[in-house]
């Protein structure tokens, strides 16, 4: 079992920054490709960004290319999404998951119907 634990989520004014952190609470931290999904109001969850077990690789969709960087802390089972230029359409609960891996790729953790835990989400609003 993994419990997960995402935090860091607040207003932010358009074109600042955030950053999220998600602590994770099990043994094998480093078996567990992570990722960062979103879901707004009245929209189905969509992915973010996911790394791969190791950190060696990222991956990540359109509209968080550029903006957004995703790392992980495995001594600490921590991962972090760096959310730079908010933009008022970033506004949506964020979620952190893990996916246990059988390859250091991170595309393979980045569809939400594979996932294997999630967290209760943290609230990002971008504000104009």
């Known amino acids: 079992q993994v419990h997960l634990a995402e935090s860091g989520g607040r207003l932010v004014q358009v074109g600042g920054s955030l950053r999220l952190s998600c602590e994770a609470s099990?043994?094998?931290?480093?078996?567990?490709?992570m990722a960062w999904f979103r879901q707004a109001p009245g929209k189905e969850r969509d992915h973010v960004a996911s790394?791969?077990?190791?950190?060696?690789?990222?991956y990540y969709s359109a509209s968080a290319k550029g903006r957004f960087t995703i790392s992980r802390d495995n001594a600490k089972n921590m991962v972090f999404l760096q959310m730079n230029s908010l933009r008022t359409e970033d506004t949506a609960v964020y979620y952190c998951?893990?996916?246990?891996?059988?390859?250091?790729?991170?595309?393979?953790?980045?569809?939400?119907?594979?996932?294997?835990?999630w967290g209760k989400g943290t609230l990002v609003t971008g504000a104009s």
């Open positions: 998951a893990a996916d246990l891996a059988y390859n250091d790729y991170a595309q393979t953790a980045s569809l939400a119907a594979t996932m294997d835990y």
């Open positions: 099990v043994r094998t931290f480093s078996n567990y490709a």
């Open positions: 790394i791969s077990v190791t950190g060696s690789d990222t």
